[in-house]
């Protein structure tokens, strides 16, 4: 990659890293359905991984969880009961998310623009449940209060409503990573050849 295309694609990111961080915490409920926020953040994420490369993602993870955890850490109960916030949640999320989106059957769909919607679902589906669950295992280990959600609850008022907004906004995010993203073409050169000498499908939407 030259000096111009390596400075595009940092300041591309740079610009694209701060501003969804910025829409994501500064307007969050102009995104949300029955309490769920779209997580621009973690799309963005999962999208970059699975268009461009898991080296991609994960910079832009660590990056983008940085700023996470410092606008919008969540808290957590501990063993006294006392609320805390919590440090390195976002930067974990969203490098578990890189990891997710840039082995989602990358190589068998040829990074297919259409199924990188299926990848957002399927990281949006696992992060909800593994979160849940995490939150079940500490409530009742550590936390004098019992976890009150019910089954319909976590379907109902979580996952589903989680799943809807995240698809929403995946269309905005393809669009600028695909048209006025960090590479030409939307097309990242590395990736190119992953297949060896098989020609990919992927090259075009």
């Known amino acids: 990659m030259d000096k111009i295309a390596l400075t595009r694609k940092i ?16 307007f969050p409920q ?27 993602g994960a910079i832009v ?44 059957f990358t190589r068998r769909m040829h990074r297919n623009v259409s199924f990188a919607f ?13 979160g849940h669950l995490i939150i079940w295992i500490w409530t009742s280990l550590f936390s004098s209060r019992p976890y009150t959600l019910s089954m319909s609850n976590i379907i109902l008022d979580s996952i589903l409503p989680q799943l ?20 030409r073409k939307g097309i990242n050169p590395a990736l190119i050849d992953e297949k060896g000498n098989e020609k990919s499908s992927w090259l075009t939407i």
């Not at 390195?88 to 990891?99: E, K, P, R, T």
């Not at 990848?119 to 593994?130: D, H, M, R």
């Not at 809807?164 to 006025?180: Q, Y």
């Open 164 to 183: 809807l907004v995240n698809l929403i906004a995946t269309v905005p995010c393809i669009l600028i990573l695909k048209f006025a993203g960090p590479y």
């Open 118 to 130: 299926l990848s957002v679902l399927a990281a949006t589906l696992v992060y909800k449940v593994s």
């Open 11 to 26: 300041i591309v990111y740079a610009v694209y890293v701060l501003f969804i961080s910025s829409i994501q915490v500064s």
């Open 30 to 56: 102009y995104m949300a359905f029955r309490g769920q926020t779209g997580d621009l953040m973690f799309v963005f994420v999962v999208l970059t991984s699975y268009l461009f490369g898991f080296g991609d």
């Open 61 to 104: 993870a660590v990056f983008m969880g940085l700023l996470r955890d410092f606008f919008a850490a969540p808290s957590v109960t501990g063993i006294a009961g006392e609320a805390t916030t919590s440090v390195g949640i976002g930067v974990f999320v969203l490098f578990m998310a890189s990891v997710l989106g840039s082995s989602f």
